[in-house]
């Protein structure tokens, strides 16, 4: 949907932000521009609104050059957030929401049918609307800069360090509910950090940005931290690459191992089989349904007393991740991970090798 040719930015004191750009973002995706301070992110965010114009080169949106269109077409096609979500002051939040849709023209009823709708898309309370701006937090605030970028519906947002003034545990909130919201909505998104981790978590693509404007990597998240391109990109990776990786792949993508798994009725003749095929010397008792009973060592099933089944804990949904499997791996006494379904029934057995795997 946006694609830059060959773009340049040269201001007149002959500094150079963007160099020889080119650059194609994909309708529906989150595109992150991510880099350190100066490297010419942001200028390239403003270059698609021409709130800054290119020296050099073509900037299309559809195919369609940006500067064969009228500034306010342009503009109110495009969701934009600030850092500081740059509400009005004076206004209302209600106000704020309906900037655009009221110099479009949309009528009153639609106008506030708009705002309610997007009040609670970003999870605020309906009575919010007849506050001011300084009335509420900043997390509160973004999330009304969001709002009031999604008021006419644009195709494209644009969002410069929307969430960099909040404290960390708003911020990972935000970035939560903007997921789930872009997973709802499917925009076409530029978003500009200069937090590598917040792009990896945000972002279906990235584009890592050098000094002098030079792109010096666009690949998906799991691309570049398993193939930097360059010393540059290694450094701005930062440590922990493959550990970051683990924070991208699900539990249910991960190949599980061969499960020493009995009923509880078993007998030790059963129990010893199934440890011996998996390789173990406990077994992993389910029940009907297949949810995890609890555990037994192979000693128990010689013992003429009744076995206590041992609780086992060490569980992750196949929509967590592998990182947070790591995390349950490391304390779980046996050295594995069960997995389970939706249904909490057991659905495979993860050690530290399907972790390896799911990594190559």
């Known amino acids: 949907m946006i694609e830059f040719s060959s773009v340049t930015k040269r201001f007149p004191d002959g500094t150079v932000a963007v160099d020889s750009l080119d650059l194609t973002m994909a309708t529906g995706e989150l595109t992150v521009l991510v880099g350190p301070s100066g490297c010419g992110k942001t200028t390239s965010l403003?270059?698609?609104?021409?709130?800054?114009?290119?020296?050099?080169?073509?900037?299309?949106?559809?195919?369609?050059?940006?500067?064969?269109?009228?500034?306010?077409?342009?503009?109110?096609?495009?969701?934009?957030?600030?850092?500081?979500?740059?509400?009005?002051?004076?206004r209302t939040i209600g106000d704020n929401i309906a900037t655009v849709p009221r110099l479009l023209g949309w009528d009153k009823k639609r106008i506030a049918a708009r705002v309610d709708e997007l009040i609670d898309t970003v999870g605020l309370d309906a009575d919010m609307v007849a506050r001011y701006p300084h009335q509420l937090s900043g997390g509160q605030q973004q999330r009304v800069g969001v709002a009031r970028a999604l008021a006419a519906d644009p195709p494209i947002m644009l969002m410069d360090e929307p969430f960099a003034a909040v404290d960390p545990i708003v911020r990972k909130r935000l970035q939560d509910e903007f997921l789930a919201l872009q997973e709802r909505l499917g925009k076409t998104i530029v978003f500009v950090t200069h937090d590598i981790d917040e792009a990896i978590r945000l972002g279906d693509r990235i584009a890592v940005f050098g000094e002098g404007g030079h792109l010096a990597q666009f690949a998906t998240p799991d691309a570049l931290l398993a193939s930097p391109q360059s010393d540059f990109v290694v450094d701005f990776l930062g440590a922990e690459p493959q550990l970051k990786r683990l924070s991208l792949i699900t539990a249910g993508r991960a190949t599980p191992v061969e499960a020493p798994v009995v009923a509880p009725?078993?007998?030790?003749?059963?129990?010893?089989?199934?440890?011996?095929?998996?390789?173990?010397?406990?077994?992993?008792?389910?029940?009907?349904?297949?949810?995890?009973?609890?555990?037994h060592r192979l000693e128990a099933y010689r013992q003429d007393t009744g076995r206590a089944v041992e609780r086992f804990d060490a569980t992750v949904s196949a929509a967590d991740t592998l990182r947070a499997a790591l995390g349950v791996l490391v304390l779980s006494q046996l050295g594995v991970v069960a997995r389970l379904d939706e249904a909490g029934r057991f659905d495979g057995l993860l050690d530290q090798s399907s972790l390896n795997r799911a990594l190559c």
Request: overall charge negative.
């Open 46 to 90: 403003r270059m698609i609104n021409r709130l800054d114009e290119a020296s050099e080169g073509t900037i299309a949106v559809d195919g369609q050059d940006v500067r064969s269109r009228s500034l306010t077409d342009l503009r109110r096609g495009m969701g934009y957030v600030m850092q500081h979500s740059g509400l009005f002051p004076h």
């Open 265 to 295: 009725d078993a007998d030790a003749e059963a129990a010893a089989t199934a440890a011996h095929r998996a390789g173990t010397d406990w077994v992993l008792v389910l029940d009907g349904e297949r949810r995890i009973a609890g555990w």
